[in-house]
């Protein structure tokens, strides 16, 4: 039984010693910083979420695990870059790597079923029906190009694009031209 | 209809997001627990890290003294454990560095080279518990194989060979078993990824 306990504690230590990101020295005037940094930039984070998700639900989902990486991580934005540039690679890293889909929720692969996007509100004003059919055709790209796709819309420079993704320029450009051709043919088949 | 051509005027007529957040909202969001895949792929690795050992600690201890003072196995068996344990501090060690790597702040390419190289530690690990299972495995079987004991209980005339080679391919099936398991689950794990770093890294 003693062995049980000895292991119960280890895995309990270790556990905490590996897990536990303290906010210790973190005031409330960092807290209070960081919702209104975010509150003034959320836009960047909803036409993320738009891009990776696809019904409302998961929009909302997505967005509360972005929120809380860029809590986690805000204490060491220095600044060095844009917030609004951080705020993109975080929201990238956490809808393409870090963010655990549930499967109901979330389709961000590339064979995608058009039906499942009905959950999304219906628009009846022209521009709206005419953003919703922009995003149905990035719902059919990949994850990185989707990520690529934004960055253009969002009129980003190749180098911030490279710096973004931690690819090279070059590369950037063959998958941005690449990515364009693709987006033709969805929009324009 | 939106084309290549004026996707970015349609792009910049999107106004606030319906489902724009108060800064209350917020607040409360950025408190919530994350469910990100980094923290199940850590959980997974703890239990990976402990589960192949964790049959010692409900072994029948003094019947595996008995068992390798019979065989004269005990002298080998504590070499094996004490390098046994430092191998597994040193990769703990590692998966820790690894880990800690690990940060949302990253490019994206680097974020997923660092999730791998964490989980590339976990594999290695694997990898060598089996390989040091297969070398003590062999190891006790060619001492009771020879040991007078085990002859003395054999009839007369058994073939030595046919033991050998039933005892291995038992042994081997479940080594491969544990390989199998482990391989689902990194599979589960990083499929995704992987295809998405593999689509970042083409460069045709």
Redesign the interface.
């Known amino acids: 039984m003693y062995?049980?306990y000895f292991?119960n504690f280890v895995?309990n230590r270790?556990?905490l010693l590996?897990?536990n990101k303290s906010t210790k020295g973190v005031t409330k005037d960092l807290?209070k910083k960081?919702?209104?940094d975010?509150?003034k930039h959320?836009?960047i984070i909803?036409?993320v979420c738009?891009t990776y998700t696809i019904n409302?639900a998961a929009?909302?989902d997505l967005?509360?695990?972005i929120?809380?990486?860029?809590?986690?991580?805000y204490p060491?934005?220095r600044g060095e870059s844009k917030f609004s540039t951080?705020m993109y690679?975080?929201a990238?890293?956490?809808a393409?790597?870090?963010?655990?889909k549930s499967k109901k929720n979330v389709d961000t692969g590339p064979i995608y079923d058009n039906l499942k996007e009905l959950e999304y509100?219906d628009y009846n004003d022209e521009?709206d029906k005419?953003?919703d059919?922009?995003y149905k055709?990035i719902h059919k790209l990949?994850?990185?190009?989707k990520?690529l796709a934004l960055l253009y819309?969002?009129?980003k420079s190749y180098k911030e694009i490279s710096?973004?993704?931690?690819?090279s320029e070059i590369?950037a450009r063959?998958k941005m031209n690449r990515t364009?051709i693709k987006?033709?043919k969805i929009?324009?088949p | 209809m939106p084309t290549l051509e004026n996707i970015k005027d349609v792009w910049k007529k999107q106004e606030d997001c319906k489902y724009n957040f108060s800064k209350q909202e917020i607040f409360e969001m950025m408190h919530l627990k994350s469910s990100s895949a980094v923290k199940w792929i850590l959980i997974i690795s703890i239990l990976e890290f402990i589960l192949p050992n964790i049959f010692l600690l409900f072994f029948d201890y003094q019947g595996t003294v008995d068992f390798y003072n019979k065989y004269e196995l005990t002298g080998i068996m504590g070499v094996y454990f004490v390098i046994h344990f430092i191998i597994i501090l040193f990769f703990i060690y590692i998966f820790y560095t690894n880990y800690r790597r690990i940060s949302a702040e990253q490019s994206v390419k680097e974020l997923m080279e660092n999730i791998l190289r964490t989980r590339k530690t976990v594999k290695y690990y694997i990898y060598y518990n089996i390989a040091i299972a297969g070398v003590i495995g062999v190891h006790i079987f060619y001492k009771v194989f020879q040991s007078e004991i085990f002859l003395e209980q054999l009839p007369e005339n058994t073939n030595m060979t046919l033991i050998w080679v039933m005892a291995l391919l038992m042994f081997g099936f479940v080594l491969f078993l544990f390989w199998l398991v482990y391989r689902l689950i990194y599979g589960f794990l990083l499929r995704k990824l992987k295809l998405n770093y593999r689509e970042l890294e083409k460069t045709e």
């Open positions: 062995r049980l292991l895995t270790l556990f590996l897990i807290e960081f919702v209104s975010l509150e959320q836009n909803h036409k738009r409302e929009h909302k967005f509360q695990e929120t809380i990486q860029l809590w986690k991580a060491k934005f951080w690679r975080v990238f890293n956490t393409i790597s870090l963010y655990r509100q521009k005419q953003i059919m922009l055709a990949n994850d990185i190009e990520a819309l969002e009129d710096k973004t993704l931690g690819i590369n063959v364009k987006l033709k929009l324009n």
